[in-house]
């Protein structure tokens, strides 16, 4: 299982699981662009590098799926899928290479209107990590 979404009163939850942190993270950043634009398939014809910082994991992962929303807004980006990621656990840093599209070339409706702390937790395993996301809707 890559991800999957869980029963929610008003929001849209979800778990996104991997091997490592960065597989765990990247997983997120699917339920994320599915939350977003379903199941259509998103090409990756542009490339973008992200950078984001947290004072833990749970600030980190905010930080990094917040970005896409504001990747979206703000330069009409629509994330495809993560190509390349790298987590700094002693300083809580985060970098990756993500591809995606131009917005504005599907059809879909963003009803995400940001990432919370609401239920969030993430848990390290020696074999699986997991994640846990709310998102406002």
Same mark, same amino acid.
């Given at each position: 299982?890559?991800?999957?979404?869980?029963?929610?009163?008003?929001?849209?939850?979800?778990?996104?699981?991997?091997?490592?942190?960065?597989?765990?993270?990247?997983?997120?950043?699917?339920?994320?662009?599915?939350?977003?634009?379903?199941?259509?398939?998103?090409?990756?014809?542009?490339?973008?590098?992200?950078?984001?910082?947290?004072?833990?994991?749970?600030?980190?992962?905010?930080?990094?799926?917040?970005?896409?929303?504001?990747?979206?807004? %703000?330069?009409?980006?629509?994330?495809?899928?993560?190509?390349? +990621? !790298?987590? =700094? *656990? @002693? /300083?809580?840093?985060?970098?990756? &290479?993500?591809?995606?599209?131009?917005?504005?070339?599907?059809?879909?409706?963003? %009803?995400?209107?940001?990432?919370?702390?609401?239920?969030?937790? +993430? !848990?390290? =395993? *020696? @074999? /699986?990590?997991?994640?846990?996301? &709310?998102?406002?809707?």
């Amino acid at each position: 299982m890559k991800y999957k979404f869980l029963s929610h009163t008003a929001d849209v939850k979800f778990q996104a699981e991997g091997k490592t942190l960065e597989e765990a993270f990247s997983n997120a950043v699917l339920a994320l662009r599915e939350t977003i634009a379903g199941k259509i398939e998103i090409k990756g014809k542009k490339e973008k590098k992200i950078s984001v910082k947290g004072k833990d994991f749970e600030s980190l992962l905010y930080n990094f799926l917040e970005e896409f929303l504001v990747l979206l807004d %703000a330069d009409d980006f629509l994330v495809s899928k993560v190509k390349d +990621i !790298k987590i =700094d *656990k @002693n /300083k809580f840093k985060l970098n990756a &290479v993500v591809l995606g599209d131009k917005a504005s070339d599907y059809k879909f409706s963003n %009803a995400v209107k940001a990432v919370t702390y609401n239920e969030m937790f +993430i !848990k390290v =395993d *020696k @074999n /699986k990590n997991t994640v846990q996301v &709310v998102l406002d809707v």
